[in-house]
């Protein structure tokens, strides 16, 4: 994409409008190894090389993010919203367009990727992919094998008959529930047809990726490049 100088070294680093101007205005900024004079000029962001004072900035073509969702944010990009899980990204990251590949409701809690890489949460979430995501469920009643014969089969919503689900039962009253598509309240939908409510939702893998243990709730950082390949994987 073509961007003005001043909107690549802001998205990039942590400098103000305010101070890439005074870098550039006092010869310190260099793109593709010429000497850069005005904020306003144009450079394609994915070819460029960028230098600042003595220092090579590393250009990061998209981020990825894994957030472990706390509960009480939506999934929505309006920042407006208090409550936009976008709100709990650090600064840095805002000033990019970031957003989240696929929504957990707003009571959900876990694995959530936040990215600017349109492409990216396409693959991820789209159902003719077949990535699967994985939940720890909590219902109100018993879980039954009759539940999981009936996800098995594909659980028939107001919206269509659901793709084959995998659902296991790990306690009397919770079990992990694995889907390859993503439909609104899907799960809380999926148990509420055996007269079920789900009390706890937590998402713990997309693709091979399972929510890391040492990520608390609430806490959010970049994937490592092996993260972004198991979170692909089917
Ligand atoms: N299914 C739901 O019902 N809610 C979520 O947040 C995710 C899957």
Known sequence: MIKRIDRIISE???????????????????????????????FEEKDISLRIGNEDIDIKKNIYL??????????????????????????????????PAGRLDKDTTGLMIITDDGEFAHNILAPNKHVKKVYEVTIDIPVTTTMKEEFEKGVELNDGVCKSSILNITGEYTAEVTLTEGRYHQIKR????????????????IGNLYLPKDLKIGEIRELTENELLLIQEK
């Open 190 to 205: 999926m148990f509420g047809r055996f007269g079920a409510t789900v009390i706890e939702l937590n998402r713990i893998c």
């Open 66 to 99: 894994i957030l472990n969702k706390p509960k009480g944010f939506v999934s929505t990009t309006d920042l407006i919203n208090e409550n936009s899980v976008l709100n709990l990204l650090p600064e840095k990251y805002q000033k990019r367009n970031m957003f």
């Open 12 to 42: 990039q680093t942590t400098y103000s409008r305010k101070e890439i101007k005074k870098l550039i205005s006092k010869d310190m900024v260099y793109a593709n190894d010429e000497l850069v004079k005005r904020p306003e000029t144009k």
